[in-house]
Structure formats: structure tokens, C-alpha cells
DNA sequence: TTTATTTTCACCTAAAAAGGTGAAAACATG
DNA sequence: CATGTTTTCACCTTTTTAGGTGAAAATAAA
């Protein structure tokens, strides 16, 4: 069995951008010459590898036999199109400003349908004290920025200032002080040993390998 | 004269990915032989290609003669150019090569550095089996496609055709077993005539909330 | 200076991607 | 039905990608 990628080839994707701004435009479907003829490709022949490619890695389906009878597999979501850009920062010296220059490592480009909650940046987890959060060492997680969190959500804190932690909010025991803005949040009790705030909430998780 | 593509293909992006992590790692770039052991290619000869190819697209320079001469261009923009695009595949059908049958449900755009090993598509894990690996129910996970696994590696497998597992590989001589890591899932023995079939290997993950 | 590491080369194979020729089949519509 | 459009097919070529063998050249180290 062919171990086929499922990444598609720059003439296909070309193709395929073709296709759907046509569909998107609300035309009908191009046909096979009038896609070679957009890409400079001079025969309808290579064109229609191209096109069994693109359905063959589901991108597409063609009607058999039926002119302009190629339809997208999915109409792109306008949320499919635009990419977000989110800051992976480093190291936090206290006092700094939350997004100096000198923090953001890197920028991840991600789409945005994979969060519910949309992340503002990305912080680097050190440590396994998430583990049975399924949040291991060296992951990386989206920081939604709010000062605000309940009972149960998983925030990401600042510590002594300058090291990030991901942790469960409890109410009693382990940890923490909480800063309640908004009626109906319940103050948590501040533990005297540390300095702690809150950063933001848990928006998702990215791990390498 | 071929109009080149500019476009790295996977077995590049992944060895430019290494190098990368390398040197941004503060160590000296690596050695042909190097390369070949963590990427599995069992000749200097054939990687020695991979990086030429790099060369002719901008990504590095080689200075010649030199051991460990490998040295990276910095991009004009500083924003990767490049963009992964990772079909997030639905279902796997019963038996039929695998992308027949196969439905992207949506495509998700990434960069490529997150990866260590670069996935080829994305599959959404059911089940709460390997909880212990940091893989919780509804995460989604990248899957680079290749048949060849070690032992002690992660792995996307399918079974009977249509189930479609992730799970930790042992080989014990003959006898393939995968086991879930997690206590309450019983290991798996696959019975060698039935259809089995390893999918690829673990190369990510992503979590949305 | 000898030895070991590392790069580089010439020369192979095989598969996938890209392109093409020419003709047959299917369809749409006067 | 006849005709033009469009899809589909069987059979070609070439380039790129991916891998390999075996040896020579260049360099680094002992």
C-alpha cells in the first residue's frame, strides 16, 4: 500500500486555490481546460491527475462524467482563512512589561478554529505538575489574558514574578489568591508563602512530538 | 529550465527543522551521519542530497569542506514563509487504501517549527486509553506516515481495519503488542493473520480547550 | 605523521510528480 | 439525430525526490 502524503504538492494546491475562489465566487465549477489554461498546463490530460490527486487526498470529489462536476469537500470556513499569530515568550524578569520584545522567542502561526478560547500567547511549561491534566514538560500552552478565573479552571500564574505555572484553581488547599473583578466570582483565599496572579486562562495545548 | 519550487518537501522540512533545533539549542550544526541517524536514512550519500536541495532553495548555506558546516540563512521576513497545511481526516475506512475513503473535515494551518517530526495529517483521538502519554479524549494528534516503527515508539495503528488506535509500541521477538499506558486499558496483542497495519508515528499534538 | 572523522563524488535504482498524445466515451442541446 | 463540449482512458516522456554503493578527498585529532 502506497504511503501516500497527504500534503499536497504546490501544482495542487494552486488548483486547488483556483477551484475554490471560482466556487466562492459563485460561479460554476471550472473545467478541465479552463484549469490548465489558468495554470498553463496544455493538456486537459495532466490536468485531470492533478484533479484524482486532489480527491484521492480529500480535498475534493469529482461527479463522474458530468462537466464542471468538481465539488469541494468542505466550503472553506471563513474561519479556515485568516491565521493567528501568537507570541511564544520566554523567560518573565519581574516588573517587565508583558510583551517586551525581548520575550517573544517565537511567533507560532495557528488557525483559529482549533481554540475555543482564543489564546493571546504561548508559554512553555516546565515541569510535570500538570501531568494528570495531560499537560507534560517542555508543551507549550495557549494563555487567554484575563485577571479573572473560577473555581476549577485551569489558569496560568505568575509566581515570585518570573516563573510561569499552569494550575487548577481550587478554592481550598493547594494554592491561591484570586482576584475577583466581576460579581459572582468568589474570592479565593491568597496563600501567604507566595506571590502568585493569575495571567490568564488555559486556551490549549501544543506539543512538538 | 525548471521553474523550482521553492517548496520544501516533507523529508526536507524535517531535516531543516533538526538542524534548526540544533543550533538554536546552542550546539554546533550537525554532521551528514548525524542527520541520516535521527531522520533514519542509512547513508551520508542521500542526506547529503536532502541538504544541497536546501541549499538551492535559500534555506542554508554549506561551507564546503568544512565538518559540521551547515550554517542557516535567516529569512528576510522573519515570519516563517512557509505554512504547514494538515488535513484533519475523519473516519479511516475498513481495508481500502487509506485515503479513498478518507474525509478531511478541515485543514489546519500551522507552523512548522512546533514539529520535531513532521505530521502528515491530523486524527482525533476517542477514549481516554493513553492518558498517562499526555493524550486526553478529543485531543487531536499529528501523525507522520510510515510504516517502519521502533520499539518504545508511539504509534498510530489501525486495527481490523477501521479502529484506529494510538498507542505505545513493543516488540517481544515476533509478537507486536501495543500497549495503552494507562491503568484500566488491557494491552492489545493483534492477531498476525487479521489486518494490522501501522499508520505512522506519533508527531504531535493539539489540544483546543 | 598517522589515523579517524567527515565531506564529496561518480554512478546506480525506484517511485512520484508533472507533462504530454491521441482517441474513445459520455453528455448537452440544437 | 447530429454536433460540439467535456470527461476519461491507455500509453508515452522527463524531472524531481528518495534512497543506495563504494571510494576519494579534505579535514581534524592523536
Redesign the interface.
Known amino acids: 500500500?502506497?504511503?501516500?502524503?497527504?500534503?499536497?504538492?504546490?501544482r495542487q494546491?494552486n488548483i486547488l486555490e483556483f477551484i475554490r475562489n471560482r466556487l466562492e465566487s459563485g460561479r460554476d465549477a471550472p473545467t478541465l481546460e479552463e484549469i490548465g489554461h489558468e495554470l498553463g498546463i496544455g493538456h486537459v490530460s495532466a490536468v485531470l491527475k492533478h484533479v484524482r490527486s486532489l480527491e484521492?487526498?480529500?480535498?475534493l470529489v469529482i461527479e463522474p462524467n458530468r462537466a464542471r462536476g468538481i465539488r469541494l469537500?468542505?466550503t472553506a470556513?471563513p474561519m479556515?482563512n485568516d491565521?493567528l499569530?501568537l507570541p511564544l515568550v520566554g523567560r518573565i524578569a519581574a516588573g517587565e512589561p508583558m510583551f517586551s520584545e525581548s520575550r517573544v522567542e517565537?511567533?507560532?502561526?495557528?488557525?483559529p478554529?482549533?481554540?475555543?478560547?482564543r489564546p493571546d500567547y504561548l508559554v512553555r511549561v516546565v515541569g510535570d505538575s500538570m501531568?494528570d491534566e495531560?499537560?507534560?514538560d517542555q508543551?507549550?500552552v495557549g494563555v487567554h489574558a484575563t485577571p479573572v478565573a473560577l473555581h476549577g479552571q485551569v489558569v496560568a500564574a505568575r509566581l515570585d514574578g518570573d516563573r510561569f505555572t499552569i494550575k487548577r484553581l481550587h478554592w481550598k488547599g493547594d494554592v491561591i489568591r484570586l482576584l475577583p473583578n466581576s460579581p459572582g466570582f468568589h474570592p479565593i483565599d491568597p496563600d501567604p508563602t507566595e506571590d502568585f496572579a493569575i495571567e490568564g486562562l488555559?486556551?490549549?495545548?501544543?506539543?512538538?512530538?
Chains 1, 2 share one sequence.
Open positions: 500500500m502506497a504511503a501516500m502524503t497527504l500534503q499536497l504538492t504546490s494546491s484521492a487526498k480529500g480535498r469537500v468542505r470556513d479556515d491565521t499569530e517565537r511567533v507560532l502561526r495557528v488557525s478554529w482549533l481554540f475555543r478560547l501531568r495531560g499537560i507534560l508543551d507549550i488555559f486556551a490549549g495545548l501544543l506539543r512538538g512530538s
